[in-house]
């Protein structure tokens, strides 16, 4: 059976599994033990692609099953081939041919055919599931399917090398209806347990514990994936789906303990990424979609601070300290006796907050929502949309938005450039705010200029390569003038503050005439927006 399926995942604190469970409970349950094999090439290719395969024992019955990844965070592609009870209880062996002439099937031949190594078992999982179905009903009536996993997965099984890693998570899957449904019933089942969204399947868990990571790589941003010429609700779609695909995976890894600085980083660059197309896309749509960035944003912001409050502070003590060393500045820690760091939430704090985690459900729902069905809400009164709604803009009606918007960005990033010197201090740092929006803003919607297929036309990766310097000098700028508040606070604490808070106040005007020079440079930046004559 070929299907797309439409889920979300969350990971149960251990100490919030007996309360789900009789929440579960409270329905009609069914109870399944789950035995599966994983299967992929020795150098992992199928994992590579986001491809899983694996042999699953549900009770007596095996089932076949591939997934991968789909457009967004919330649909896989998936075919399931039934192969009934094995004779004599053996299971049966894999055959990647049994899901030829599904979509995902072709993908796992593509990617097979390209390695030319044999499967291989890789892994194993051992799951009691407790599966439920739950109707919503009014708007954005749904069939959902709980399903409550408790087990583990297990590595090297039968092997002096053997390791296993718990699972205990809760999946809710669309079985049919509206996606808003989804959404609704997974913001009830998440809030008041405490979940959080995961990313990591059982099949990654395998493969981290083959490889003995504790820690994997930060998620970085990727270009939006649009599909022919998009109108506004597309755009939007688009654009905060390559946002999440950098949030999720990051914001996933913290949640669960990871304290690891450019997972944190690339967290807080994607939020901010995410701000900006709330900021920038919502008349795309003002109406009939549900991009409702007033309601969104505000857990954006709170947890983007807080992740950076702790962090931006010893980055700048580390980036400062080695410069004020070399200009003969007396030894001291600026941060010490410093009550901000006791009272700041841990990065996992600020990931699991209920709030921060209610805004990627409903981000992720947005996403996946179809075309005339009203994005998902949190409470009743955000739900629907007046009958007066104006439609979504078409695709040359959202380029002469954009079109608009950068040229705007542009304008304010040149005239603010030619005064920056001038400039009040926050008037200043709303200047490299802007400049920020302008490159994302930029880098969202590039390909919606191209000539051709092409990511970008090439005056556009011009354009992005002009705006650098003048990002790096406002960087730099900010970064000294967040150190001089740093250490005039600590002068109360220890005069031997003073010394960085001249030598910082001395280097300003040299700072800030660096920045004017490299936001005038943007002036002549060619604009790949224009139209050509």
Known sequence: MALMEIEFKF????ERLKAVEAAMRRGSVVRTRLQARYFDTADQALAAQGIVLRLRKEGRRWVQTVKATGDNALHRLEHNVDLGAAAGGAAPAIDPRRHQGTPVGERLAQVLAASGAPLVERQSTDIVRLTRDVRTTGPGAAVVELALDVGKVIAHAGTPDERESPVCELELELKRGEVQGLVALARRWSQPHGLWFSTVSKAERGARLLARLDVVPAVKAEAPHFSGKPGGRAIQQAVV?????????????????????????????????LRTALRELGPLDAGSGGFDA????????????????LRDREQIVKLAQPQLRAAGAPEFDPLAGDGAAAEAPSPGEVVRA??????????????AATAGEAAPQGDAEGAGQPASAPAPLDAAEARRHLRKRLQRLHRQAVRDGRRFESLRAEDQHRTRKRL????????????????TDDEARPDAKR????????????????????ALALYRDATGRDA???????????????GAKACRQALGRIEKAPRFWKKKN
Do not use: M
């Not at 789906?241 to 690339?266: F, K, M, R, W, Y």
């Not at 007033?294 to 409050?309: I, K, S, T």
């Not at 031997?496 to 040299?510: E, K």
């Open 11 to 14: 990971h149960i604190p251990a």
């Open 241 to 273: 789906a390559s946002c999440l695909a950098q949030v999720l995976p990051n914001a996933s890894e913290i949640a669960a303990g990871s304290t690891d600085e450019e997972q944190i980083h690339q967290l807080r660059i994607g939020i901010r990424r």
């Open 294 to 309: 007033a309601r969104w944003e505000p857990p954006l912001v709170e947890a983007f601070r807080a992740l950076g409050a």
């Open 354 to 367: 209920p709030a921060f985690q209610a805004v990627l459900v409903s981000l992720i729902g947005f996403t």
């Open 436 to 451: 920020k929006r302008l490159r994302y803003l930029a880098e969202f919607v590039a390909p919606l200029f191209a000539d």
């Open 463 to 482: 354009y992005l390569k002009r705006l650098r310097p003048a990002q790096d000098a406002l960087g730099e700028f900010n970064d000294e003038a967040v």
């Open 496 to 510: 031997r503050a003073w010394f960085a808070v001249g030598w910082f106040s001395a280097r300003y005007a040299a």
